[in-house]
């Protein structure tokens, strides 16, 4: 049973360039959020996405956009990347939207800006 | 304002003792808690959670309690391994356990 699947695992772009960064959820699950994770701190919500839809957002510009498929996998795009865009993104899938259950993390993407 | 608070960045503990970790919020409107454990290189995986509606659950050697007039939590693990040296994270949400908001963690270290 695959958890959850991040790519890639490591990217170096530089400022004003775009990413686009990839999550599969754990089998049986249909929400994905993502969350920012700097250095020496907790990971901050971005967004959750289900039913193909942004259902809630976090205190992040519109910079940070994304998408889901019909298979639930999803995107995270970043636009116009800053120096401070440099952390952890990281992937949590669970199952029912609103649902109260805990979810399940890849291990992220780390995101360096030069 | 961080609504969640891990106030100590670090604990070590002998192997056996008791680790408790703890975790101070200031959104009364929490009502779902969750603790994570993270390992280098690893996304964090879930360990225990706690409905407001509680003021305990138990895991195994694990143990969340819930003080909500104090708005705090704490983890007790009992009795602390080396393997569960790890950066714990609090979490806590409204409703819905997908737009957690997460502590900074705390880094423990349990010593053989």
């Known amino acids: 049973d695959a958890g959850v699947t991040q790519s890639p695992t490591h990217l170096i772009k530089t400022r004003g360039q775009q990413v686009t960064l990839r999550c599969s959820p754990k089998?049986?699950?249909?929400?994905v959020s993502w969350y920012q994770q700097a250095l020496g701190q907790g990971p901050q919500f971005i967004f959750q996405?289900?039913?193909?839809?942004?259902?809630q957002r976090g205190n992040f510009p519109d910079r940070f956009s994304g998408h889901q498929f019909p298979n639930y996998s999803s995107e995270l795009n970043v636009n116009a990347l800053l120096l401070g865009d440099s952390a952890l993104y990281l992937c949590?899938?669970?199952?029912?939207?609103?649902?109260?259950?805990?979810?399940?993390f890849g291990d992220g993407t780390r995101l360096s800006i030069l | 304002d961080q609504q969640v608070k891990q106030n100590s960045p670090s604990l070590s503990v002998q192997e056996g003792r008791i680790s408790i970790l703890n975790c101070d919020y200031t959104?009364?409107?929490?009502?779902?808690f969750l603790w994570y454990k993270k390992y280098p290189a690893e996304g964090p995986t879930f360990l225990i959670s706690?409905?407001?509606?509680?003021d305990k659950n138990e895991d195994g050697r694990f143990t969340v309690f819930l003080n909500k007039s104090a708005k705090h939590l704490s983890l007790h693990i009992v009795p602390s391994q080396p393997g569960d040296s790890a950066v714990y994270f609090c979490?806590?949400?409204?409703?819905?356990?997908?737009?957690?908001?997460f502590g900074d963690g705390t880094t423990l270290t349990v010593k053989p």
């Open positions: 996405y289900y039913e193909e839809e942004e259902r």
């Open positions: 979490a806590a949400s409204v409703g819905s356990a997908g737009k957690s908001t």
């Open positions: 089998s049986g699950h249909d929400t």
């Open positions: 959104n009364s409107m929490f009502d779902y």
């Open positions: 949590a899938s669970s199952f029912g939207g609103y649902s109260n259950q805990p979810q399940h």
């Open positions: 706690i409905s407001s509606i509680k």
